[in-house]
């Protein structure tokens, strides 16, 4: 029996994650209209220690009713956690579904808009 787990490198995802906070999201991006960082609040986030990274898995079949509960769970913890930096202003939690295949991703266009 093979597990979904099995077939996720966690350490890559978070890495992935980590990487895509640097190198995209906190950085300018004239192409698209950018001219500084796509989110500025991130970086600050970061170094404040309030931003946390949670992955969470989808499995092989997802439906929009496990992406919606992956989305309100989330938002729960978001709420109970207990965060590390001063500024609330800058709490932050990045949900990363790393076994999400391509052709799932318009589940989060869905739940995102129940």
């Given at each position: 029996?093979?597990?979904?787990?099995?077939?996720?490198?966690?350490?890559?995802?978070?890495?992935?994650?980590?990487?895509?906070?640097?190198?995209?999201?906190s950085?300018?991006?004239?192409?698209?209209?950018?001219?500084?960082?796509?989110?500025?609040?991130?970086a600050?986030?970061?170094?404040?220690?309030?931003?946390?990274?949670?992955?969470?898995?989808?499995?092989?079949?997802?439906?929009?009713?496990?992406?919606?509960?992956?989305?309100?769970?989330?938002?729960?913890?978001?709420?109970?956690?207990?965060?590390?930096?001063?500024?609330?202003?800058?709490?932050?939690?990045?949900?990363?579904?790393?076994?999400?295949?391509?052709?799932?991703?318009?589940?989060?266009?869905?739940?995102?808009?129940?």
């Open positions: 029996m093979t597990s979904t787990a099995s077939l996720v490198d966690f350490a890559l995802a978070l890495e992935t994650v980590e990487e895509w906070l640097t190198e995209y999201i950085a300018s991006h004239p192409e698209i209209g950018r001219t500084g960082p796509i989110c500025p609040f991130v600050p986030s970061r170094k404040n220690r309030t931003m946390e990274i949670r992955l969470r898995l989808a499995g092989h079949a997802p439906t929009l009713e496990l992406i919606e509960e992956i989305a309100r769970s989330s938002l729960r913890e978001y709420e109970l956690t207990t965060w590390q930096g001063r500024n609330p202003m800058l709490r932050a939690m990045v949900v990363a579904l790393p076994d999400l295949r391509s052709e799932d991703t318009g589940l989060l266009g869905q739940a995102h808009a129940r």
